[in-house]
């Protein structure tokens, strides 16, 4: 009988039964929904699992007011540092010592040692500025995951910063989309001036839908050990989902 087995990837041996260090980097939309899903995948990966997760978070936003409903923050929380508020909410409810850094990656921040960094950032020249230190990095990430969404369709992807040739790893995000790496592109990040107009720039559940998916195939990944596809483009609109598939190199299952 035939399965989606013939065609995945798998997960390095070298990340069994150890904690694995995540680099969050944005704790906006997609970024918060992220971080409190991180945790959900830390407590079922030490159930099912020799592996737990320790996340460090980078953002050097604070909380306004139009950030409350799309994202998970309370009116007590107007004014103070996203990360360090989620971060504390966290590690208070589940009894871990993740830790927060108010500032911007990778200058606040670096990725050298991380295995998996997730970019949850607005703009292009963000995504370049990471890019750029992983490739610096002298222990670069074994994965690079990255979301994005616009106002009702978002997509996300998880790649391998590796050696140029290596056609069995992932391409990262700048390498399937090189759009991204044109600096001459004009990037649209300016702030919402109130909680009406957020939500008519983005849907109110885009980012949890974009994370969702992106959890989910985290916990196929780290839980089970193996996906079948690199990640997906999601529209609200349509309710489709399409699937970004593995590279045609990769090994065939036995």
């Given amino acids: 009988m035939q399965t989606d087995a013939q065609n995945r990837h798998f997960l390095p041996a070298g990340f069994d039964r150890r904690v694995l260090k995540v680099v969050l980097v944005g704790c906006g939309g997609n970024g918060a929904q992220m971080l409190m899903g991180l945790a959900s995948l830390d407590t079922a990966l030490r159930a099912l699992s020799s592996r737990s997760l320790q996340v460090t978070v980078v953002d050097d936003d604070v909380v306004s007011e139009t950030n409350l409903g799309r994202q ?43 295995d998996l960094v997730i970019t949850c950032v607005d703009t292009a020249s963000a995504r370049r500025a990471i890019g750029g230190a992983i490739a610096d990095a002298r222990n670069a ?30 391409p990262t995000v700048l390498e399937a989309f090189p759009e991204l790496a ?35 195939l985290l916990f196929d990944l780290l839980a089970r050990g193996s996906i079948g596809h690199a990640g997906a483009f999601l529209n609200l609109s349509s309710g489709h989902a399409a699937p970004i598939p593995l590279p045609r190199s990769l090994p065939i299952a036995a």
């Fill in 72 to 114: 998970p923050f309370y009116r007590c929380d107007l004014g103070s540092s996203k990360a360090r508020t989620l971060v504390e909410r966290i590690n208070l409810a589940h009894g871990l010592t993740w830790h927060a850094v108010h500032g911007r990656a990778p200058e606040a921040h670096g990725v050298d040692g991380a």
């Fill in 141 to 170: 990430p074994s994965y690079w995951m990255d979301l994005g969404n616009r106002a009702r369709d978002g997509q996300y992807l998880i790649g391998c910063p590796g050696v140029d040739g290596d056609m069995n790893r992932l």
């Fill in 182 to 216: 044109d600096e001459t592109t004009v990037e649209d990040n300016a702030p919402s001036c109130s909680v009406a107009e957020a939500l008519e720039r983005q849907s109110l559940f885009i980012n949890r839908v974009v994370a969702s998916h992106a959890l989910s």
